[in-house]
């Protein structure tokens, strides 16, 4: 009889509040971001350090992971040191290069702030200053204004690309506020951009 897989393992981000790009430090608070299944049998510390990699300052190529596009979707900053990643009830930060336990839970403090999206949005903040964060964060790491992002990465659309005929795609959208849209939803497809608001819509009844 094969043996069985181990469980997958829950691997969430947060944002440093108190400090952003230097050390975390005792009573600094943090607001969670982001949750993903990762494969269980896994160190934790490799999972940091994947966590790092991916949404960190080098993760920004649309495509490259389709975490990155819905991380970023979201109107996230890149991870920098300070900031802290959980897998399961277990703490890390990313200290001089190296990983180190937190012998204490950071104190989650779902702050929202341009760069920092909370996973769950706290009662003092509606869904639509959280849109407006996103796209606060994005018109100043890009320097033009942002288009909203209305739909859900993997959602499928109707586009009109290089003016052709409306079709169905599979949407993600990336940092900078373009929308992509790719042929084939089941593979890695052709991708194209959209960056006129009119030539995506949502499908009918969608």
């Known amino acids: 009889m094969p043996a069985e897989s181990p469980a997958a393992v829950w691997v969430r981000i947060y944002h440093n509040n108190s400090a952003i790009g230097s050390a ?10 982001f949750a993903y299944a990762a494969p269980g049998g896994v160190h934790d510390f490799a999972l940091a350090e994947e966590a790092f990699d991916v949404f960190g300052d080098d993760a920004s190529e649309p495509g490259s992971d389709p975490r990155v596009l819905e991380y970023r979707s979201c109107g996230n900053r890149p991870m920098v040191p300070g900031d802290v990643v959980s897998v399961e009830d277990r ?15 950071p104190v989650i403090e779902q702050a929202a702030v341009p760069g920092t999206v909370p996973l769950r949005i706290p009662p003092t903040r509606s869904q639509d200053d959280i849109v ?31 003016g052709g005929d409306w079709k169905q795609y599979s949407y993600s959208s990336d940092a900078a506020g373009i ?15 959209i ?12």
Not at 24 to 33: K, M, N, P, R
Not at 138 to 160: D, L, Y
Not at 179 to 193: A, I, M, T
Request: net charge negative.
């Open 24 to 33: 975390f430090l005792a009573g600094h608070t943090v607001t969670e971001v």
């Open 91 to 105: 703490f890390y930060l990313n200290h001089m290069l190296e990983w180190r336990a937190l012998v204490e839970a």
């Open 195 to 206: 960056e006129n608001e009119a030539d995506i819509r949502a499908c009918p009844g969608g």
């Open 132 to 162: 407006a964060l996103r796209a606060d964060y994005a018109a100043a790491t890009t320097g033009s204004p942002s288009s909203i992002r209305r739909f859900k990465p993997g959602q499928i659309v109707e586009a009109r690309v290089d």
């Open 179 to 193: 929308h992509w849209v790719r042929d084939d939803p089941l593979k890695w497809g052709q991708e194209y951009p």
